[in-house]
C-alpha cells in the first residue's frame, strides 16, 4: 500500500483472525484513531535550558483514551500512523502493552511525531509539538480496515485530528460515516490545540464533527470555540438541536456536567495534590465511557470520570496514572494508607 504522495507503507501490529482477534460481530466496544507520537520530558523542574536529565515515553489523546479503557476493562482498539523508525516500534509497544488492540500503519516515507513536555515551575507545564509532516499527520481514509468500525458500538474521536491535515481530516469524517451506517454510536472530545490552528480556523471545522456526534466533551472555554458568543446553555441547545444527545463539559477541579435533552446533572470535583494536569481530560473520557459501555447511571459515570482524571492528576506522565478497576477502587474508598503491605 502507498499513501497520497506514493510514500510506501505497511501495517504492523495488526495480527489475524487466527490469532484470536475478535471477529466484527464481537469485535472491540471502543475504537478510536489519531496520533500518538514519542514524547520526551524534563527529569526536574525548571527551564529545558538548563535540563541535564530527560525520561522518554509516549503519549496522545486517543491512546490516552484507549489504555485508560483498556485498564477498566474495556475491549478497545487504537489506530494510527506512526514512522518506520525506534519511536513509532515504541508507541506501538507501549500501547499494545497495556491492552489495547493496535492498528498501526506503519509510514516509511515520514517520522514519528515527537512532543516534548517541560515544567517551567511546580505550577505549570508547557508542551511542544515536532509533528509537522509526521507519520501521525498523514492519516488517510485508505488507512482505515474493512469492518473495523463497524464491529464497534462506539467510535472515539478528537479535535487534534482533523486539524493536521487534510487527509487526516477526511479520515474523521470517513470513520464518522461508517460509524451512522453501522449504527455505531460517535463520542467527539474538543481537546483545542491552539498549536495546531488558531480558534477562528478550528471553530468551523471542529462544529462540523461536533454536530456529527452523540456526545461532545469539552471545557467551557473549548463549547465557546464551537459556538463564539454563546453560553454554555446555548452550546448545548445548539448540539442537541444538531443531533447531539449529550453535551459533557469539563470543569477541571470543579467537577463536571452532563446536560442532555432532559436532564442536568453536576458533579462535583476532587480535591488531590496535583503533580501534573496532562492527560487528566483523557483519563476522565476514558472513565466516562467506560461506565456508558457498562450501562450504569450518570451520577455513577460521573463519579468514575472525576475519579479517574484526579487519579491521572497525581503522577507525572500523559497516561501512566490512568487507574485500573482496582486503584479505581481503592481511590474511591479513600484508601490513602502511603504503605500497603
Not at 491512546?63 to 485508560?68: E, R, W
Request: hydrophobic share 45%; proline share 5%.
Amino acid at each position: 500500500m502507498t499513501t497520497a504522495s506514493g510514500a510506501p507503507v505497511h501495517s504492523a501490529g495488526v495480527p489475524s483472525a487466527s490469532a484470536g482477534v475478535p471477529s466484527a460481530s464481537a469485535g472491540p466496544a471502543v475504537v478510536t484513531l489519531g496520533e500518538s507520537m514519542a514524547l520526551v520530558r524534563a527529569a526536574d523542574i525548571g527551564s529545558l535550558r538548563h535540563a541535564t536529565e530527560l525520561r522518554l515515553g509516549i503519549g496522545g489523546a486517543e491512546s490516552n483514551v484507549a489504555i485508560g479503557l483498556a485498564r477498566l476493562g474495556v475491549a478497545v482498539s487504537w489506530l494510527g500512523r506512526v514512522g518506520d523508525d525506534s519511536l513509532g516500534e515504541r508507541v506501538v509497544r507501549e500501547i499494545r502493552g497495556d491492552g489495547v488492540d493496535v492498528r498501526a500503519v506503519v509510514d516509511a516515507g515520514a517520522p514519528t511525531g515527537l512532543m516534548v513536555k517541560e515544567r517551567p515551575s511546580a505550577a505549570s507545564t508547557a508542551v511542544h509539538y515536532y509533528r509537522s509532516g509526521s507519520a501521525g499527520s498523514r492519516l488517510h481514509p485508505a488507512d482505515l480496515p474493512e469492518g473495523w468500525v463497524e464491529s464497534a458500538s462506539l467510535l472515539h474521536l478528537t479535535g487534534i485530528t482533523p486539524l493536521l491535515s487534510d487527509t487526516a481530516r477526511a479520515a474523521v469524517h470517513a470513520a464518522i460515516d461508517r460509524a451512522r451506517d453501522a449504527g455505531c454510536s460517535v463520542s467527539f472530545d474538543v481537546n483545542y490545540r491552539s498549536a495546531l490552528a488558531p480558534a477562528s480556523v478550528a471553530g468551523p471545522v471542529l462544529r462540523e464533527i461536533a454536530e456529527r456526534a452523540d456526545i461532545v466533551f469539552g471545557g467551557v472555554e473549548e463549547f465557546e470555540i464551537l459556538y463564539p458568543e454563546a453560553s454554555p446553555a446555548d452550546a448545548a441547545a445548539r448540539l442537541r438541536d444538531a443531533g447531539c444527545a449529550t453535551a459533557v463539559f469539563k470543569l477541571g477541579p470543579d467537577g463536571a456536567s452532563v446536560v442532555t435533552r432532559d436532564a442536568v446533572t453536576d458533579a462535583r470535583g476532587l480535591t488531590i495534590d496535583v503533580v501534573d494536569t496532562v492527560g487528566a481530560g483523557d483519563a476522565f473520557v476514558a472513565g466516562f465511557l467506560s461506565g456508558l459501555v457498562e450501562g450504569i447511571d450518570t451520577d455513577g459515570i460521573l463519579r468514575r470520570a472525576n475519579a479517574c482524571g484526579a487519579m491521572a492528576c497525581l503522577v507525572p506522565g500523559d497516561w501512566e496514572a490512568a487507574p485500573t478497576r482496582r486503584d479505581l477502587e481503592r481511590f474511591l474508598a479513600g484508601d490513602a494508607d502511603p504503605v500497603r503491605r
